[in-house]
């Protein structure tokens, strides 16, 4: 197998390499054989890596680990992870592992083995490990790493992964609008609900994923007054200028939240309709 990421300093962050390399050691003791790919996406492989961005690692095994690896190696990342901002020396991590033969041939909805996050630390710690399953976000993920995506082990993205549909990528989409209705459904998640929101968007308008920051300079333009200033709150405090006041704004962000899924809803159903 090989490892690569000493290799690929030119593309690599030289920034998250340390943690990159550590992440990956933790990876490799527990799947060990059954690694087929190890896919860096998001920010870090498309010249986006932000104050609070993640490091997002699609792993693509072979063979279903049994729980007791899923769990060991869950807790074992906790140790290379750290909450947003809360270090200077590693960031938070995302790390998802599926089966490659689960996603190819593509079929929605896909389904994950595991999902690793910093919003999952506390469950984890309290012996609380989610199941494998079913992710309909899949789509959203692969068309992302086969859009910008460091190879790390294996094949480049593009080449090891099926496209995935528009249509899957729209429904997706529209579901995803579905989970914020209330001010308890973004409550303690203002900024990420507001610069995923502004994806969407941006998605439904265009038929692409782009970087959270260009996302929000894309709906700015297009919001109304009053609403602009709440995407310019998420926006600098993702980009580490300013501090996020976001739970502040109550019935202004209420108001934000509604325009935008009321906008990017009425393009989903006619990019939907057009499919």
């Not at 710690?125 to 199941?131: D, V």
């Not at 790493?145 to 294996?154: F, P, T, W």
């Not at 989970?179 to 929101?197: G, Y």
């Amino acid at each position: 197998m090989n490892w690569a990421l000493d290799t690929m300093t030119d593309s690599v962050p030289s920034e998250i390499s340390a943690q990159l390399s550590q992440t990956l050691d933790v990876i490799r003791s527990h799947l060990a054989s059954t690694i087929l790919a190890v896919h860096l996406y998001g920010s870090a492989s498309s010249g986006g890596l932000k104050p609070y961005s993640d490091i997002d690692l699609l792993v693509t095994v072979n063979a279903r680990p049994d729980e007791a690896v899923r769990q060991a190696l869950m807790l074992n990342l906790l140790e290379v992870s750290a909450p947003p901002g809360q270090s200077k020396a590693i960031r938070a991590l995302e790390v998802t592992v599926v089966v490659r033969n689960d996603i190819v041939p593509w079929s929605y909805p896909g389904r994950r083995e595991l999902q690793f996050g910093e919003w999952l630390r506390k469950d984890l710690l309290a012996g609380i490990f989610e199941p494998a399953g079913i992710d309909p976000d899949l789509a959203i993920l692969l068309t992302k790493a086969r859009q910008h995506s460091i190879a790390l082990v294996g094949p480049s993205a593009e080449q090891f992964f099926d496209p995935v549909p528009e249509g899957d990528l729209l429904k997706v989409l529209a579901d995803t609008l579905k989970l914020w209705n209330s001010p308890s459904d973004w409550a303690e998640d203002e900024r990420n609900v507001v610069l995923t929101l502004a994806r969407i968007w941006y998605s439904a308008a265009t038929g692409k994923i782009v970087p959270k920051h260009v996302a929000a300079d894309w709906a700015m333009a297009r919001l109304p007054a009053t609403l602009q200033s709440v995407m310019l709150e998420a926006r600098q405090a993702y980009l580490g200028y300013s501090e996020d006041r976001l739970a502040s704004r109550g019935d202004q962000l209420t108001a934000f939240v509604q325009y935008v899924k009321c906008e990017a809803t009425q393009l989903l159903n006619v990019r939907t309709n057009s499919v």
